[in-house]
């Protein structure tokens, strides 16, 4: 029996090691942004937000999805290993933008190309190609960022749960600071509490179902590598030449911050087999984000093209949309080993299952 338990144990790790690499194809989508730093800081940043727009409410949605398999909180000391990986699904009004709309100052969409551009969940097509241009001039070229071809957000989720004393349960996710192959990297932490309110309730003996409620918090850092190098010769009138003479190119990332917050009230049943949940709630997401490093844009001087080094050119904050939510699940057991699913109703509608081993 003891053999069988490290299997399941294993099974799960690797399970848990798959959940969260599935945020590398993310910070692919993200890495792209590079290129549009050539635009200069201010244009950048009104470009990297509106692209990367959708990103705290998927992400967010999704990672406050999961926390729970039943409406009642497990007995003391009950214990489970969970892997509930979500998807948020980006409606498509949020899958694009249009360019002409944002007032950018030194940049102009090339002319035929079409204004309305992908966002990191839109197609997986080229973006409209942009110009800059510098007292009339046209200085440089490029194109926005493909979407991920992929109109939902994942967010990975591996959590433990411990029953504690008078009906409260806690659960906290947790993994390491990792690194995804090239992209960078991601780390996770969070919690939640789950207490039941039916003790406090008159004729308590006598409710049929499980009522409680919960809090819980995400913390998760996602960044990417990004790759702008040098083209050309430096402006000799750069004004960082001073401050700035040898700027490093190779240390160049984008570092994001997501902070997110639900509160759940929850209704359900437990019969031996199955166990059967509904609720509403409300919860809100933060996106930080800040890119980090030294950046050739370029410049026109004399009728010739050269550049100027910008650092630590991008830091903005992105509010999720919040929204009361509505949710209903259930969890399936078979022995230890148990099964999830859960859907939430919300700005972006959420699909969150896994499986995991619960005791108690």
Known sequence: MINRYK????????????????????????????????AGAEDATVLTKEYLRPFPTGFGTGLNAGWTESAAPKKTLGFSLQIRPSLAFVP??????????????????????NPVTPTIAGENTIGTELVVKENGNEIARFNMPQGSGFSAVPA?????????????????????????????????????IKHDITQWLPASAVIPVD????????SMTVNANLDVP??????????????????????QVLETQFNSFVMNALVGKSLPL???????????????????????????????????????????GLDSESSVHLLGGF?????????????????????NAGIGISFR
């Open 274 to 316: 199955i166990s059967v949940y509904g609720g509403v709630g409300y919860q809100t997401a933060s996106l930080d984000l800040d890119i980090t490093g030294d950046y050739p844009v370029n410049t026109d001087v004399a009728g010739q093209t050269f550049y100027n080094v910008v650092s630590d050119p991008v830091s903005f």
């Open 7 to 38: 299997k399941i144990i294993k099974s799960l790790c690797a399970l848990m090691v798959i959940s969260i690499a599935t945020v590398g194809s993310v910070q692919a989508q993200i890495g792209d942004i590079g290129e549009v730093l050539r």
């Open 92 to 113: 498509t009004k949020n899958q694009s933008f249009d360019i002409s709309s944002l007032n950018l100052q030194k940049i102009e969409v090339a002319a035929g190309e």
């Open 331 to 351: 969890r399936f057991r078979l022995g230890v080993l148990a099964f999830y699913g859960e859907a939430t109703l919300a700005n972006y509608f959420t699909a």
């Open 230 to 251: 040098s083209q050309g010769a430096r402006n000799p009138n750069d004004p960082s030449l001073t401050s700035n003479p040898n700027p490093d190119f190779s240390e």
């Open 156 to 192: 990975p989720i591996v959590q433990a749960s411990l029953g504690l004393i008078k009906g409260t349960d806690v659960t906290v996710r947790f993994f390491p600071k990792t690194e995804i192959e090239d992209y960078g990297n991601v780390g996770l932490i969070g919690g939640a």
């Open 211 to 218: 009522i409680s409620v919960m809090l819980g918090f995400n």
